[in-house]
Every structure is written in structure tokens, then in C-alpha cells.
């Protein structure tokens, strides 16, 4: 059973950096069989996928058009986590943010969600 | 706006069957499986779908899915009160190389 653990705060000021981790246990970021993404939910953008990172014999990253020019998502295998970074941020951005793995699809392992309000 | 299309609602009695549908295009439902999740407000998203018609361990087989052409379909049958909630149909988009989910269907149990 894959278990996924958010953690990052839940405020932001606009301009700034969103910098989110979502750490593994029951799993490796370094499966070669699974991707590990971020998605968010908001009321006006409902589910939104953000992007991801794999490792297939060597990292690979993909990005929404939507927020590729500003998002950053990093594996961490010595802390067998990955992260988000999105920067330049404003209050469009606030949302519950998800961690989620994939294999084929979409796997029912999903991090608790993390609420980000982007305001001053 | 969503590159794949939900009804905004839909509703049923206890008992009844419902269908909620999916629409899609080429570059998405067209070429790859499509994915349910069944979301209760405060919760986040559960699997309830996978490669268009295939159920994780523990769902019940009133829930299933079907798959034609560039739409897919989610059926519920035997409707119960605690299957109220969000549906969300999510698939693979190829022209956009990444996941796309549609915008949710409310399914009200009147």
C-alpha cells in the first residue's frame, strides 16, 4: 500500500514561490513502472493536472501548458519524496494542492491535499 | 474549460440505474483508457474506474464503465444514498502530453 505525505504551508504571498513535497513510503520515486505527479482542485479550474516526474533509466518531467513557463517538479531519492515549485504565484493559484502516483493511469494513492491561499 | 465534457449534474432515486457520460475527442478518449474517481466534498479523489471498464479490489460491481469511440460512459446501478458525490472522468491527452479530467458531474440521490 503506497502512502503519500503533503507538507508545505498553506499561505503564499502573490509574486512568490509555491513549494509543496509529497514524501513515499511503499514505493520508490525511482520505480521505473510509475510516474508521480501533482494536481490541484479549485472551484473555478476544478481538477487540473500540473505535471509530473519518472525515471526511466534517467528523470523525465512533463508540464501542463497551462503552467509550464513557472513550475519546477523535482525527485528527492535520498528522501525518497519529489516536489513542486511554482512560482510567480497569484491568488488564480490558490487551490487544494494533491499528490498523486500513476502508473497506467491514476493510481488510487493520492497525498491528503494541502489547501494554498495565495494572498498578501 | 475542459478538453473533455461531464454533465454539470444528474440525479436518481435509490435503486435506479444512472449513466454519466464522458465526451472527448481524438487525442484523448479517442486513443487512450479512460479513468473514474468518485470524490466526496473535503476528500480527495478514489479510483473507482480504470482502463475503461475495470474495478479496483473493494468497489462494488454496481459501478461500471464503458468506453465507444471518442465517449465513455460511467453507469451506476442499484443507487444508493452514499453514492452521492462528484464523478470526475480523467484520460491521457496525447496533443497535450498530460492528464486531462473532466469538469465533474454532481450526482445528487433525490
Known amino acids: 500500500q503506497v502512502q503519500l505525505q503533503q507538507s508545505g504551508p498553506g499561505l503564499v504571498k502573490p509574486s512568490q514561490t509555491l513549494s509543496l513535497t509529497c514524501a513515499i513510503s511503499g514505493d520508490s520515486v525511482s520505480s521505473k513502472s510509475a510516474a508521480w505527479n501533482w494536481i490541484r482542485q479549485s472551484p473555478s479550474r476544478g481538477l487540473e493536472w500540473l505535471g509530473r516526474?519518472?525515471?526511466?533509466?534517467?528523470?523525465?518531467?512533463d508540464y501542463a501548458p497551462s503552467v509550464k513557463s513557472r513550475i519546477t517538479i523535482n525527485p528527492d531519492t535520498s528522501k525518497n519524496q519529489f516536489s513542486l515549485q511554482l512560482k510567480s504565484v497569484t491568488p488564480e493559484d490558490t487551490a487544494v494542492y494533491y499528490c498523486?502516483?500513476?502508473?497506467?493511469?491514476?493510481?488510487?494513492?493520492w497525498g491528503q491535499g494541502t489547501l494554498v491561499t495565495v494572498s498578501s | 474549460q475542459s478538453v473533455v465534457t461531464q454533465p454539470p449534474s444528474a440525479s436518481g432515486t435509490p435503486g435506479q440505474r444512472i449513466t454519466i457520460s464522458c465526451s472527448g475527442s481524438?487525442?484523448?478518449?479517442?486513443?487512450?483508457?479512460v479513468n473514474w474517481y468518485q470524490q466526496v466534498p473535503g476528500t480527495a479523489p478514489k479510483l473507482l474506474i480504470y482502463?475503461?471498464?475495470q474495478r479496483p479490489s473493494g468497489v462494488p460491481d454496481r459501478f461500471s464503465g464503458s468506453k465507444s469511440g471518442t465517449s465513455a460512459s460511467l453507469a451506476i446501478s442499484g443507487l444508493q444514498s452514499e453514492d452521492e458525490a462528484d464523478y470526475y472522468c480523467a484520460v491521457w491527452d496525447g496533443s497535450l502530453n498530460g492528464w486531462v479530467f473532466g469538469g465533474g458531474t454532481k450526482l445528487t440521490v433525490l
Open positions: 481524438s487525442s484523448n478518449i479517442g486513443r487512450d483508457n
Open positions: 498523486a502516483k500513476s502508473g497506467g493511469w491514476i493510481e488510487g494513492d
Open positions: 516526474t519518472y525515471y526511466r533509466s534517467k528523470w523525465y518531467n
Open positions: 482502463t475503461n471498464n
